[in-house]
């Protein structure tokens, strides 16, 4: 299964030359003590970069030359895996899983090139094992088949009763949707701890499995925190929030188990995602009994949304202002904004961010798209627009990206001025600017200009073909202005490009 290809045979050989090249200044590191003190230093390393692939890869280069990936017999095997794992672990959980398994090789094949007397095993562990089928569950990888190899090989090795290796199995096979392996493997365990039970949980929430979750929760011996919060927070992500809120309440009056701060942070948007002013504030009386307002910031900041989101502005701005400046942060600032500016409410929204100013606060992309919408959707002045616009780019050295620019077209839209809009539409420097161009293209139909209409549907065919919206109302903009048979050519395209408006709809709540 994991036997090396010619070219990674040749790495490996030519990086055991280089570690036999370094055995004289290794030795002294032995002699002298300091190998200790390196290893902890690399290990440190590891542990505050591990997202930071560049520096991993100068790390693995280091470890590799300098003989301290692979330590020499006299070193037990958890020293000898003190770096390795680590890296190994880096590599599972980053963007290039597929590294941890050709480090995996690289290491085998040292360790049976420096050990060819003795043809001892690799000093593997469980946590080998463990970081090797994480990197199958990394949705980056392209392929299920190494998991299902490393399934082999951990059994072959013993590993068929180590709960957290066949844990590791369950959570792997779950990621790669192979559910009747994933409820094998459970099912074959001998032992299973609350762990095991929240693995397969997440796995069947994350597939929206969620009758199936429920199932395994109802058979879980002792639940927890963590079972109950994760099918929360998969009912309110797939905008079920009457079964989100059920949950949390059988789970507080039922089961009396107290929410921590991420069940809350999962319950909250289930609770504006209904609108119920009432149990919002409900939610917020709760969690202030509890103690988490004064503790976590991000519960204070995700009440302030929440308030906001169910159309309670005043109830939103109140709790803002009895939270200490020294508590606030940039969210919370950035959230206040954003409800001022989603009710209107522009010159409320440019004072906050003036007030944010004057404290020091430095903004960021989305509290500059929040001013911004609020300048578009408030009724202010362009130059004011254009004045918070220009500070974003010249004072803070913010990039403007496809949401900035989207705002100032919507500005120029609004104001009538197509042309200048168009002009900034052309110069946007992204291919995810479909929005952009659709927005333009509602504001021709405002204006009837049909001849802009056309150029601006052209761009959006280049962009979206398939997208039926923008050919009825190409369709209708001609119909509005008397081009009939332009119409009809355009419902002619949707026929034969085979486009399907999607219909509307209503739902009641």
């Not at 020091?360 to 254009?386: D, Q, W, Y």
Request: proline share 4%.
């Amino acid at each position: 299964m994991f036997l090396l290809s010619l070219s990674r045979r040749t790495i490996a050989l030519r990086s055991y030359t280089l570690i036999k090249h370094s055995c004289s200044s290794y030795s002294t590191l032995v002699s002298d003590g300091n190998i200790i003190i390196s290893i902890q230093h690399f290990h440190s390393l590891l542990q505050k970069n591990e997202t930071n692939l560049r520096i991993i890869h100068q790390l693995h280069s280091h470890l590799t030359t300098s003989g301290l990936l692979l330590l020499d017999q006299n070193h037990q095997n958890s020293a000898k895996l003190f770096l390795f794992n680590p890296l190994l672990r880096c590599y599972s959980l980053g963007e290039t899983p597929l590294r941890a398994y050709f480090l995996y090789e690289q290491l085998q094949r040292l360790h049976f090139l420096s050990d060819h007397n003795k043809k001892r095993l690799p000093p593997f562990d469980s946590f080998t094992y463990l970081f090797l089928l994480k990197a199958s569950s990394n949705p980056r990888l392209p392929s299920s088949l190494l998991g299902i190899g490393l399934h082999g090989l951990t059994l072959k090795l013993g590993f068929e009763s180590h709960v957290y290796v066949q844990t590791a199995l369950v959570g792997m096979y779950l990621a790669v949707r192979n559910r009747i392996d994933a409820y094998k493997v459970f099912d074959e365990m001998p032992e299973r701890n609350p762990v095991t039970w929240n693995v397969m949980i997440t796995g069947l929430t994350n597939l929206k499995e969620f009758e199936k979750a429920l199932c395994f929760l109802e058979k879980m011996p002792n639940r927890t925190v963590v079972s109950w919060t994760t099918i929360i927070d998969g009912f309110a992500r797939v905008s079920k929030p009457k079964e989100a809120i059920l949950l949390f309440s059988r789970m507080v009056a039922c089961d009396a188990i107290k929410p921590n701060e991420v069940t809350i942070l999962a319950i909250l948007p289930a609770v504006w995602n209904l609108g119920d002013q009432k149990m919002c504030g409900s939610v917020h009386g709760y969690v202030m009994k509890r103690g988490f307002v004064p503790c976590d910031i991000r519960v204070t900041n995700s009440l302030i949304d929440a308030y906001a989101k169910c159309g309670c502005i005043q109830n939103a701005l109140k709790f803002f202002m009895e939270v200490p400046k020294e508590r606030k942060n940039l969210v919370s600032w950035t959230t206040m904004i954003s409800a001022f500016a989603t009710h209107g409410m522009g010159k409320e929204a440019v004072s906050m961010f003036k007030d944010m100013e004057r404290l020091g606060l430095k903004p960021n992309r989305v509290t500059m798209v929040s001013v911004l919408n609020a300048c578009s959707h408030g009724g202010l002045g362009e130059e004011e627009f254009l004045e918070f616009f220009n500070k974003m780019v010249n004072k803070y050295k913010i990039t403007p990206d496809v949401k900035h620019y989207g705002c100032l077209v919507d500005m120029l839209r609004r104001k009538g001025r197509l042309e200048e809009a168009e002009k900034i539409a052309l110069e946007i420097p992204t291919e995810q600017k479909a929005v952009v161009w659709r927005m333009l293209l509602g504001a021709c139909s405002v204006y009837d200009d049909a001849q802009m209409a056309e150029r601006v549907t052209k761009k959006l065919m280049e962009l979206e073909k398939s997208h039926g919206g923008d050919f009825v109302l190409m369709s209708n903009i001609f119909c509005g202005t008397g081009r009939f048979s332009d119409a009809q050519r355009f419902r002619n395209v949707m026929d034969v490009r085979g486009v399907v408006k999607l219909p509307g709809h209503s739902q009641l709540t």
